[in-house]
Nanobody, 128 residues
Framework: QVQLVESGGGSVQAGGSLRLSCAAS????????MGWFRQAPGKEREGVAF????????YYADPVKGRFTISRDNAVNTVYLEMNSLKPEDTAMYYC?????????????????????WGQGVLVTVSS
């Protein structure tokens, strides 16, 4: 099983920032899109942001556009999600995920059933 190791998360007030990290194996990092899903209690798991390995293209769910930034650090096979201007509705478990190498989903966000490897998840709590 390919391992994705997540870190980050925590509790912040609305308007604050957090950075999530997801470290992957070299093969996963080079051969897969990587990004995050999130899931709040009673809600469906939804794609948040993804980045593709060849093009470097990034894609974001509408609710986080302009606030979140996903990036890759090739030196350490790690993907980062910088989350700024956090809102209470961003509160969720955030799961790092590795998906297809190329975009095959509408909007290029990876679907839940397309995920090949999951991270363990980290909790993000945003208070008003």
């Amino acid at each position: 099983q390919v391992q994705l190791v997540e870190s980050g998360g925590g509790s912040v007030q609305a308007g604050g920032s957090l950075r999530l990290s997801c470290a992957a194996s070299r093969d996963t990092y080079r051969s897969n899109s990587m990004g995050w899903f999130r899931q709040a209690p009673g809600k469906e798991r939804e794609g948040v942001a993804f980045i593709y390995p060849s093009s470097g293209s990034t894609y974001y769910a509408d609710p986080v556009k302009g606030r979140f930034t996903i990036s890759r650090d090739n030196a350490v096979n790690t993907v980062y999600l910088e989350m700024n201007s956090l809102k209470p509705e961003d509160t969720a478990m955030y799961y790092c995920a590795a998906g297809p190498k190329y975009c095959i989903a509408v909007g290029c966000l990876v679907r839940h059933d397309q995920v090949e490897t999951w991270g363990q998840g980290v909790l993000v709590t945003v208070s008003s």
